[in-house]
């Protein structure tokens, strides 16, 4: 008997919850303004995600996925994509479309339920929003592998959630892309919950980074509340790309609901929700920029004024946009089925469209 193979999951932190930092971690090219620049972009997207809640509550937007807890996942990663790579995202990666330039109207007008807010504007590096849990990361790898093909230089990550991790989608995914040695780096954001579905409950796995090895390619786990080792871990896969895939599982936690249909007091302890706001991803670089002197009460107070502003006019102009409600009919077939005819001609005829005044809501929020 002999040992065929032999394998190990690491995982990194480079900032604390004390915003202390690992010198021989650090990534040399990350000065100060790029570590305000992501301070910035986690309060920001912190605020657009609270503003989005709020709307929805008041019937101002169609079902939303909070993504509170996740910007040091989210922030981090997009801003160690270079210029010309892709993102692939899930339902919740609000904050990575914030750090990569897309408008923040755009991003209500699909909170708002329409698709032209789903829309990719020409020059951006994504796929649109996916619902269909892990369906993305097919997307993401056949994308990596037009990038080999091409020979374009770029290379896309692609963002599952932990309960995605359980779907063929997302094990097929990594398969193509580890045989094809494709450019994907393959984030699974775990923040502890799918629904109410507990990651222990998951997979009997003890890492969800693990499951890299069954494919053949490296996978590591990071603390996805350090935006600085998000940055790290992701800049490092994404520079050796080139070479093959990298699985990085992101440790973090969903501070909030799964989406506004959803309640989680029926099935978690509010304990464990306060435990892990002891390691909320925005607090540690507050206290690293504080000690540093780079930051204090009224740069706080100036950014949070910004904030609320730009939110402000992008959710002004978001409902301000007049979509047309027919639009619905179209983008699904390359011709009008007869059926969807039918409901078009009736629509129009009996005046639909200006009786709804909003559109109907079902008795679950959905
Ligand atoms: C194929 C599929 N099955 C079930 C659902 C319903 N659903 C939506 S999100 C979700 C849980 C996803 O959990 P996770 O992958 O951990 O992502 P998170 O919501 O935590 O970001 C489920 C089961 C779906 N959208 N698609
Ligand atoms: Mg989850």
Known sequence: MKKVFDGSVDYYQVMDEQGNIDMSLFPNELDDSKILEMYKYMSLARAMD??????????RAVTYAPMVGEEATQIGSA???RKDDYFVPNFRQQGVFL???????????YFRGYEEGNMIPKGKHALPGA???????????GLAFAQKYLNTGA????????????????????????VTKSPLVAIIENNQWAISMPRGKQTAAQTLAQKAIAVGIPGVQVDGND???VYKVIRDALANAKNGPTLVECITYRMSMHTTADDPTKYRPQEEV???????????????????GLWGDKKEQDLADQSLKAIDAAVEKAESFK???????????SYMPDILQDELDAATASNFWQTQQQPPQRENGE
């Open 274 to 292: 306060d435990a892990w706001k002891k390691s909320d991803p925005i607090a540690r670089v507050k206290i690293y920029l504080t000690k540093k």
């Open 131 to 141: 619902v269909p849990v892990a369906t993305q990361m097919q997307h993401a790898a």
């Open 99 to 109: 750090a990569r330039g897309f408008s923040m109207d755009e991003l209500f007008l």
């Open 50 to 59: 609270a503003k989005a809640l709020s709307l929805q509550r008041q019937g």
């Open 323 to 333: 979509g047309d409600p027919a639009s619905m009919f179209e983008h699904i077939y």
């Open 155 to 178: 290379s896309v990550i692609g963002y599952v959630g932990d309960g995605g991790t359980s779907e063929g989608d997302f094990y097929e995914s990594l398969n193509f892309a580890g």
């Open 79 to 81: 801003i160690a994509l």
């Open 227 to 229: 935006v600085i080792g």
